[in-house]
């Protein structure tokens, strides 16, 4: 979506804003201006990239006062962190949704398949137009500011790792997988199923989807070969999760 577009959606006539008997905004409208802020923000960052957004230019769009957004975000650091942080609650989403999905799914369908289910989800959202932008933006300010570099770390990939590791100690549980330590195989995990598409798209080089399909459904080939325990388990657990007594989770 172009600069155009987003000058055309915010062009609207100004709406008054609902206030309490002491001046100030009600909360719901508070939280309507920092929603149309934090809309606004994104797309212009998406659209001009950090160094040429300001704050008075989203102020504009966003038909709010300059001294409300530098005393709601402070600086356009702060702005982008918020922009950051919601984009990555985004991108994580889907993931999660997977990851619950998988867990309640019929016992008759085999991990591998589970496997390139929620590899699928994470190819279709991380490796996006708009992951893609932020991701190229977090690498370029990493430096300047390393505390978006710490966000990204902390909101995006920990937590993207944990919610793969708990639905590792399910299938770990159900006896599907043999692993020592959940944490560990889930960013081995992450990292060759979706790692290699995500880093060529951030430094310009975007795979074809149908070429990331099956390189992620290689790597989940090769995981599976070293998480699958015994070689007698392999072919048994191509088919369906193995009927085991459950096992004790091991620890992370």
């Given at each position: 979506?172009?600069?155009?577009?987003?000058?055309?959606?915010?062009?609207?006539?100004?709406?008054?804003?609902?206030?309490?008997?002491?001046?100030?905004?009600?909360?719901?409208?508070?939280?309507?201006?920092?929603?149309?802020?934090?809309?606004?923000?994104?797309?212009?960052?998406?659209?001009?990239?950090?160094?040429?957004?300001?704050?008075?230019?989203?102020?504009?769009?966003?038909?709010?006062?300059?001294?409300?957004?530098?005393?709601?975000?402070?600086?356009?650091?702060?702005?982008?962190?918020?922009?950051?942080?919601?984009?990555?609650?985004?991108?994580?989403?889907?993931?999660?949704?997977?990851?619950?999905?998988?867990?309640?799914?019929?016992?008759?369908?085999?991990?591998?398949?589970?496997?390139?289910?929620?590899?699928?989800?994470?190819?279709?959202?991380?490796?996006?137009?708009?992951?893609?932008?932020?991701?190229?933006?977090?690498?370029?300010q990493a430096i300047n500011f390393p505390d978006i570099a710490k966000l990204g770390m902390e909101e995006?990939?920990?937590?993207?790792?944990?919610?793969?590791?708990?639905?590792?100690?399910?299938?770990?549980?159900?006896?599907?997988?043999?692993?020592?330590?959940?944490?560990?195989?889930?960013?081995?995990?992450?990292?060759?199923?979706?790692?290699?598409?995500?880093?060529?798209?951030?430094?310009?080089?975007?795979?074809?989807?149908?070429?990331?399909?099956?390189?992620?459904?290689?790597?989940?080939?090769?995981?599976?070969?070293?998480?699958?325990?015994?070689?007698?388990?392999?072919?048994?657990?191509?088919?369906?999760?193995?009927?085991?007594?459950?096992r004790r989770r091991p620890s992370r």
């Amino acid at each position: 979506m172009g600069l155009a577009a987003t000058k055309a959606r915010t062009a609207t006539p100004r709406r008054e804003v609902s206030k309490s008997r002491g001046g100030r905004p009600t909360k719901s409208a508070a939280i309507e201006r920092d929603q149309r802020l934090i809309e606004v923000a994104t797309r212009l960052f998406l659209d001009r990239g950090f160094d040429a957004t300001s704050l008075d230019a989203v102020a504009e769009a966003a038909r709010v006062s300059k001294p409300t957004v530098y005393a709601r975000y402070g600086d356009k650091r702060g702005l982008f962190t918020a922009v950051l942080r919601r984009e990555i609650s985004r991108w994580l989403a889907p993931l999660s949704a997977a990851a619950e999905t998988q867990l309640g799914s019929s016992s008759d369908i085999s991990v591998e398949q589970r496997l390139v289910e929620i590899g699928q989800e994470m190819l279709s959202f991380t490796c996006g137009p708009d992951a893609m932008a932020f991701s190229r933006m977090m690498t370029s300010q990493a430096i300047n500011f390393p505390d978006i570099a710490k966000l990204g770390m902390e909101e995006g990939w920990l937590k993207a790792v944990a919610t793969t590791a708990r639905f590792f100690d399910h299938l770990v549980a159900q006896g599907a997988l043999d692993l020592e330590n959940t944490n560990i195989a889930a960013e081995v995990f992450l990292d060759v199923v979706v790692g290699h598409t995500h880093r060529m798209a951030t430094f310009g080089t975007p795979m074809e989807i149908k070429a990331a399909e099956k390189r992620m459904r290689v790597a989940i080939k090769l995981f599976l070969a070293g998480a699958l325990g015994p070689a007698d388990r392999v072919q048994e657990t191509s088919k369906a999760p193995p009927k085991r007594a459950q096992r004790r989770r091991p620890s992370r």
